[in-house]
């Protein structure tokens, strides 16, 4: 399983990368301009990943098919808290971290879609893989508003804004609650496929710009850093790729939860900083070359974290 899990996942990396690398040249050149990237997040956030949760929500979200749904949204609550907690007792120690606030939204923040959705296939076949999609689904029910409320607070403290309350009434969080409360009373039928399909086809988009902001960033910001830029992504990088799994399989190991609960702790942790962060970013340097760095090292330091915690979930749980 681990060298399936390792090929698995570096190609997975490997193809975010170059598809949002081709995709940035296209659009701008190796010399990307900062303008091209505020509309394409603008595109993102207000309309590609707002249509992808409400059609999801309504379409996917039963809660009565599955027991205690409840607690797979938690445990990405609990992943990102302890994520951001080990930031921050970090941080108080080693006084020289830089943006405080966007190291801790790196460190707690992780990617939870796009690489559990390649590597499921290796973990699970036919009716397991399905009903593992639809945990995955359960899991990410409220990652975005967490994100969108706090990670979002996170960000724009590091470089100075304010925010009021009425900057989390955002359209992705506006698109959880109403989709929610649409699948919650069992109207998923009530929403006519002419509202429907224009919506899926607008989220189809969400993947394809996440890569390409994300390879946009990388491009502008990673040229640009010197010797100096890397010390946060590396202990970004020791703290979300080696610590927080470590302390994730200690946990398992010790306390043994049911087996998609330690499926999802294991994975979870293992994951590389959220892209999502680069797509929010202030267009500040020095955040932006944190993020892409956060992005890049934790990314490639995934495909082994990955296929050792996963390896270490298989021993205890087979």
């Not at 302390?247 to 590389?272: K, T, V």
């Amino acid at each position: 399983m681990f060298l399936e899990l390792f090929i698995t996942s570096f190609s997975g990396i490997v193809k975010v990368f170059l598809i949002g690398f081709a995709g940035a040249v296209m659009l701008g050149g190796l010399k990307i301009r900062q303008g091209i990237l505020d509309v394409l997040s603008a595109l993102f956030v207000r309309v590609a990943l707002p249509c992808l949760i409400f059609t999801n929500m309504v379409s996917q979200f039963r809660p009565d098919e599955v027991e205690h749904w409840w607690v797979f949204p938690l445990l990405a609550i609990g992943l990102f808290a302890g994520g951001g907690f080990l930031a921050w007792f970090y941080s108080r120690i080693d006084r020289t971290v830089g943006n405080r606030e966007v190291f801790s939204a790196s460190v707690a923040f992780h990617n939870s879609i796009m690489l559990p959705l390649a590597i499921a296939p290796v973990l699970f076949h036919d009716s397991r893989l399905e009903q593992f999609l639809s945990l995955l689904f359960l899991y990410n029910l409220l990652a975005v508003p967490a994100f969108f409320t706090v990670g979002i607070w996170l960000m724009h403290s590091a470089n100075g804004t304010k925010r009021s309350v009425w900057n989390f009434l955002n359209p992705p969080n506006i698109a959880t609650v109403s989709g929610i409360t649409i699948a919650a009373f069992g109207f998923h039928d009530a929403v006519p496929s002419w509202i429907m399909s224009p919506m899926r086809s607008f989220g189809a988009l969400t993947s394809p710009l996440s890569m390409i902001i994300v390879g946009g960033i990388v491009l502008v910001s990673i040229p640009k850093a010197r010797g100096e830029d890397w010390a946060d992504p590396v202990k970004i990088m020791i703290l979300k790729s080696l610590v927080l799994p470590v302390l994730a399989c200690a946990g398992i190991w010790l306390f043994r939860p049911p087996e998609y609960m330690a499926l999802f702790l294991a994975l979870g942790s293992a994951m590389p900083v959220g892209s999502t962060l680069a797509v929010v970013c202030p267009p500040d340097e020095s955040l932006q070359k944190q993020i892409a760095g956060g992005i890049v090292l934790t990314s490639l330091a995934s495909i082994p974290a990955v296929s050792l915690t996963m390896s270490v979930f298989a021993l205890l749980y087979t």
